[in-house]
């Protein structure tokens, strides 16, 4: 059993712009299907960890992505991959609206949500049961007083080393580059290995380029794929 959750600053966004009838349509008929229940630590306070199993209603493999904005890529390799369960995490209503569309309309059921924050999921998540992690276009808190509060920081990397199996795969896609220079300064200290490092036109054999990498693009940023694994 897990120790209790101690209380957490969260710096991100939960609201934007009034949604429209069919993103209320989504969240108020859709989500709670599709929702992890157990992940907050209000309707778990012993943190008792989740049976993943029961969650794909089978055994298989567990990818996650960490803040999935829109949810292009997720639904994307949810698609692509039918066999592997997919868990998405974001606390922002209106990419979780966003996501609950392109889900109904892809018709993919390999994928669970959770609406928050990714610490609470990483403290219920069983050890080294995740076999892939994505991080993509992260808020890059480009302040330097606030680079603290970025994932790729001792706090969640420690979380998220735990939950990952030995050799597990870690992307990270970001137009930062000084988020590059945090990411392979910070994830060796964390019992991760840098496998690849390319740039634009070199992103991964499966990758789907979101919307905030069209807008990087746009704006003349250029994008950095970064792939890591879990160290034994």
Request: charge should be neutral; charged fraction near 25%.
């Amino acid at each position: 059993m897990a120790e209790p959750t101690e209380r957490r600053n969260f710096y991100g966004r939960v609201h934007g712009k009034t949604l429209r009838a069919s993103q209320k349509d989504y969240l108020a008929n859709d989500l709670e299907s599709l929702r992890l229940q157990g992940v907050a630590p209000s309707e778990n306070p012993e943190r008792t960890p989740l049976d993943l199993a029961a969650v794909f209603e089978t055994p298989r493999p567990v990818w996650v992505e960490v803040g999935f904005g829109g949810g292009e890529h997720l639904v994307h390799m949810a698609a692509r991959y039918p066999q592997v369960g997919l868990i998405g995490c974001e606390p922002f209503v209106n990419g979780i609206a966003m996501l609950l569309g392109k889900i109904r309309a892809a018709g993919v059921t390999n994928l669970a949500i959770h609406p928050g924050d990714a610490r609470d999921l990483f403290d219920v998540l069983p050890p080294a049961s995740v076999d892939k992690v994505f991080l993509n276009y992260p808020d890059p808190w480009p302040k330097a007083r606030h680079h603290r509060r970025r994932f790729v920081t001792p706090g969640y990397l420690a979380l998220l080393a735990r939950v990952m199996k030995p050799g597990a795969e870690f992307r990270v896609a970001t137009d930062i580059p000084d988020y590059v220079r945090q990411t392979l300064e910070e994830l060796p200290k964390a019992s991760f290995v840098l496998d690849r490092q390319t740039g634009v036109g070199e992103a991964w054999e499966d990758w789907i380029s979101t919307r905030y990498e069209q807008k990087a693009l746009r704006e003349g940023r250029a994008p950095h794929y970064l792939t890591f694994h879990r160290a034994a």
